[in-house]
């Protein structure tokens, strides 16, 4: 099954064990997951967009269907960081751009989007730390 990426990581939090946990996050590996992980764990990565939830409408259809998905979405993270493709926009083009990211995938995925670029997953996901991440993909998060 083709899981969103807070599916992914709901899951992990009620896997019983840090072996299923690690084995679990494995299993669904995908550039998406990682990237939500080294964007909230990695010190090194700071976000050029305000602190907190800002005001936006959930993309989500009357049949539970988003226009998009986090996993899709993923790859234009870096023009939200610094030293990223988006350090040359103005910052109401790029903040701009993150409503759109937040209104096209699934209301969860928005709120672990948030809880990413504020540096807020440490507990949101039970058992899913940084050294678990790091214990899964080595090389991922620099700090």
């Known amino acids: 099954m ?12 009620t896997a019983e064990t840090k072996s299923e946990k690690i084995a ?16 909230g ?9 305000p602190k907190g939830s800002p005001e936006f409408k959930s993309g989500v259809s009357k049949e539970g269907m988003t226009p998009t998905s986090l ?17 040359n926009l103005m910052p109401v083009k790029r903040e701009r751009m993150f409503l759109q990211m937040l209104e096209g995938v699934h209301p969860k995925d928005a709120d672990l989007l948030i ?9 949101r996901y039970k058992g899913v730390t940084k ?5 899964v993909w080595p090389n ?4």
């Not at 764990?41 to 967009?49: A, V």
Request: glycine share 10%; hydrophobic share 40%.
């Open 115 to 123: 809880a990413m670029k504020d540096k807020k997953l440490i507990g």
């Open 41 to 49: 764990f990695d010190d090194t990565i700071e976000w050029q967009l």
């Open 71 to 87: 996993k899709r979405q993923s790859k234009h993270l870096g023009y939200f960081c610094k030293g990223g493709p988006g350090d």
């Open 131 to 135: 050294a678990l991440v790091q214990e």
């Open 2 to 13: 083709n899981y969103e990426i807070y599916e992914i990581l709901e899951k992990a939090a």
């Open 24 to 39: 679990l996050l494995k299993e669904h590996d995908c550039l998406g997951l990682r990237d939500v992980l080294r964007g």
């Open 140 to 143: 991922l998060i620099a700090k």
